[in-house]
């Protein structure tokens, strides 16, 4: 499968953005599906996965904030970022398995084979 994340950009603190990620190649409604994200100088940070149905799981930075959801018939990912914050400045990745990994697998990056290139997302103070 090929991963495709758009939607980053320049956006203030408080404000809000919706990434998305295009899935091509594959059966996207078998992929377990995550976010993660990359600031400068800082290994890849898990943010999210949602398994192959509503049933998401966040990493506490995200939690509450971030909403991960996935439309099957648009073979599309999405990440709802609210009240964003300076420390959410990264490089945003979607990443696919189509494994059947346990929850405490999820932050791991080798537990995905696909990724996307990336959105940058920028919060300003």
């Known amino acids: 499968v090929q991963l495709q994340a758009s939607g980053g950009g320049l956006v203030q603190a408080g404000g809000s953005l919706r990434l998305s990620c295009a899935a091509s190649?594959?059966?996207?409604?078998?992929?377990?599906m995550g976010w993660f994200r990359q600031a400068p100088g800082k290994e890849r940070e898990w943010v999210g996965t949602?398994?192959?149905?509503?049933?998401?799981y966040y990493a506490g930075s995200a939690r509450g904030r971030f909403t991960i959801s996935r439309d099957n018939g648009k073979n599309t990912l999405y990440l709802q970022m609210n009240n964003l914050k300076p420390e959410d400045t990264a490089v945003y990745y979607c990443?696919?398995?189509?494994?059947?990994?346990?929850?405490?697998?999820?932050?791991?990056?080798?537990?995905?084979?696909?990724w996307g290139q990336g959105t940058q997302v920028t919060v300003s103070s």
């Open positions: 990443a696919a398995t189509a494994s059947h990994p346990i929850v405490s697998s999820f932050p791991n990056p080798g537990t995905y084979e696909f």
């Open positions: 190649g594959g059966t996207f409604g078998s992929y377990v």
């Open positions: 949602n398994r192959r149905s509503s049933n998401s």
